[in-house]
């Protein structure tokens, strides 16, 4: 079992990842090992695309990747690429995207929802318990 952690991920640069996706999805066809990755209501932009991107291939095909956590706040389909500009006569910077993420458009607006949902309980959070990897340790591939 491997676990990708895309909990609490606000984004950056989901490029960064595509060789380490490449290589764990062929490594998992070849070695026969479960993928999870780990998304909650805080997998945002870059971290959102990358958990879309260990799911699906390129024809939006299950790759067999089990998503474990919590659906997140943003949309699978989102704008994204932005851009940050002072504006020129005030102390302010602006922000704005300048691409949408049209990944699955028969899906609209609706959050990337995990395989195996964990809610969260206070006090597995008091004990220091990891509810989402206790789940993939116990889950039974097959």
Excluded at 55 to 84: F, P, R
Excluded at 94 to 100: D, F, G, N, Q, V
Aim: charged share 20%; with cysteine.
């Amino acid at each position: 079992k491997i676990a990708i952690d895309l909990r609490y991920n606000g984004g950056g640069n989901a490029a960064i990842f595509l060789p380490m996706i490449e290589m764990l999805d062929s490594q998992r066809k070849e070695r026969g090992f479960q993928l999870y990755t780990l998304i909650s209501e805080d997998t945002y932009s870059a971290a959102l695309q990358t958990a879309i991107l260990t799911k699906w291939d390129d024809a939006m095909a299950d790759k067999g990747t089990l998503l474990v956590g919590q659906a997140t706040s943003s949309s699978i389909n989102h704008y994204g690429e932005i851009i940050w500009t002072a504006l020129p006569n005030a102390p302010l910077s602006l922000s704005y995207c300048t691409k949408l993420f049209n990944w699955m458009p028969e899906r609209g607006s609706e959050p990337l929802a995990p395989d195996i949902p964990v809610a969260r309980s206070f006090d597995a959070y008091r004990k220091g318990i990891d509810q989402e990897l206790e789940a993939v340790l116990q889950h039974q591939p097959g």
